[in-house]
């Protein structure tokens, strides 16, 4: 258990939320660094709920998961840098993520109370997306499990209007979390969000800028010169820095022109099929 963490939470019955997540929020806002704000979050948030392990999950292009941040008991295995993948968090739980941003189970091993009728007047089932007390799926009950997870808490980090991640919390023992400290998480939560959503459209800004002078410089360079496919082969780099790739090569008459990260010249077809790259005519 962290220093401090029984102190905040014995206060935090007494304190209102939106003063726990302004504290919360002070020392974490002073971070620049986005990596070093992720990690004092986590800390703080540990802090707070007293749980064995708090990190953050971020989702990859390609739908994987990636632990960017964390906070642990001395006793407990590190997951940080790990990747986990797409099929981890399914694209049906993702979406809820985004409807509902905070769920708590403080018992993986409850048993779930049926709702009885089980179809409202209208013959529908009762939609409880956005219900706190809603039950989760066994098949995710029993990954808990066998991750040694028996309670577990975790908050959506949302960025322009997208699920970015996950504020994950796994504690080894049951352990429900009070009302005042889960309003409190929540709005730092939301803290959290902001910042993330800041500094992706900070990202985004450097990198459109950096496309449009390199798509300048290639554009002045390549209108200057009549052997064009020679121009180009020389301006790979800036290439590769417009498209924010790797590796760039080219293939021109036999010739195979590489910058970067690129398969070896062995590996290039001998020619490009042009009839198959011909789109058909009606």
Known sequence: MPNGSTVVRTTSQRVAPSAIAQAMIARTAAEERIEDMHQRAVEQLRELIGFDRVLVYRFLPDGAGEVLAEARADDIAPLLGLRFPESDIPAQA???????????????????????????????????????????????????????????????????????????CHHREPRPVPTAVRAAAELFGLFISMRVAAYDQQLAGVRDELAREVRETLWRKLASTRDLDRALAGELEHLALSLNCSGVAILHEGTWTAYGDTPAADCAPARFDEAAMTPAMD
Do not use: C, F
């Open 94 to 168: 993702r979406a809820l993520y985004v409807r509902n941003r905070m769920r708590v189970i403080p018992n993986t091993s409850y048993v779930p109370s049926p709702i009885l009728p089980a179809l409202a007047a209208d013959q529908q089932p009762l939609d409880l997306s956005m219900h706190l007390l809603r039950s989760v799926s066994p098949v995710h009950l029993e990954y808990s499990r066998n991750m040694g997870v028996a309670a577990s808490m975790s908050i959506s980090l949302i960025s322009g209007g997208r699920l970015w991640g996950l504020i994950a």
